[in-house]
């Protein structure tokens, strides 16, 4: 169900059904889209006429988030070795990590291996100082990569979170959806989280991708069924949110991002459509491309 004046706006679609397309980012500068790639293991960019193509890849693993920091020319990714991954290496399975490729050319500039096999550093954050915020839906961490740094700093211990999904910085703190629990704040040095509610006892749990414009949150809540998408306000000083309003209902998303008056989702993921155990379901229909969204901000 639309719960905006005006219907959301199909921008762009994906070349390919079968990419299970997990985040997306803008470069305003040039005009060019990214869109990651769980199956192929790839990075793909539109140009601004249209046209789709390779951008980069990792290697046979899963491309998960993207944080496009664009003062030092890099798009960073978050990668994992996930059984959706076509042609999967024995020697990648459980493996995850982080790898920044040079806005210009797409070529690899650093590449950092997270510290717990078995984990999949699915989400990222960019702080205004450069420092690479990412959460490990699986192993529940959460760390940052310093500018300048190879190595991870745990901000949580592994565990601390059972799912945690894509921070937001606000002030000095991380905004950080756990996917089973809620909403949390967590500064962003460390320490405990602390939980937030929201009005009328509002179900916080599901939340997936998150953005950031002026003083509202916006969010993929894609453990309802339909999925939507959210705006949210935090109190003046953070310790809670003060309102809800559901801006979109659609059959699948995962990611967004806001740019000039508008937000960007990317809608049609495939995740449906594979067994935790990575194999594709049977007999299925045709399914749409992965598509982008936009929906005027309110």
Not at 27 to 46: C, E, K, M, N, Y
Not at 100 to 113: H, K, W, Y
Not at 195 to 200: F, R, V
Request: negative net charge.
């Amino acid at each position: 169900m639309l719960l905006l004046q005006a219907p959301p706006a199909q921008v762009a679609v994906l070349p390919r059904r079968e990419l299970l397309a997990e985040d997306l980012a803008w470069d305003a500068p040039t005009g060019r889209w990214f869109v990651s790639s769980v199956h192929r293991g790839l990075i793909l960019t539109q140009s601004p006429e249209g046209s789709w193509r390779v951008f980069a890849s990792p290697g046979k693993v899963a491309v998960l988030a993207l944080a496009l920091d664009r003062p030092r020319h890099l798009l960073w990714a978050a990668w994992a070795g996930l059984p959706q991954v076509e042609g999967l290496g024995a020697d990648d399975a459980g493996r995850t990590g982080l790898v920044a490729f040079d806005l210009a050319t797409g070529l690899e500039r650093a590449r950092v291996e997270g510290a717990e096999r078995g984990g999949a550093l699915g989400d990222l954050a960019l702080g205004p100082d450069g420092t690479v915020y990412a959460s490990d839906g699986l192993k529940g961490g959460v760390y940052a990569l310093r500018p300048g740094s190879l190595a991870l700093e745990p901000l949580v211990p592994s565990g601390t979170f059972r799912s945690p999904q894509t921070p937001v910085v606000v002030g000095d703190s991380l905004l950080i959806p756990d996917y089973s629990r809620g909403l949390a704040l967590l500064p962003l040095e460390g320490g405990a989280p602390r939980w937030l509610t929201a009005p009328g006892g509002f179900d916080l749990r599901g939340l997936d991708g998150m953005a950031k414009s002026g003083k509202a949150i916006y969010a993929v809540q894609n453990g309802t069924s339909p999925n939507r998408v959210l705006e949210l306000f935090l109190a003046p000083d953070h310790s809670a949110i003060t309102f809800v309003k559901v801006l979109l209902r659609l059959p699948e998303a995962t990611h967004l991002v806001a740019h000039d008056g508008k937000l960007f989702v990317l809608a049609d993921n495939g995740w449906e459509r594979y067994r935790p155990s990575g194999q594709l379901l049977p007999d299925l229909p045709p399914e749409p491309a992965p598509h982008i969204l936009s929906i005027p901000l309110p």
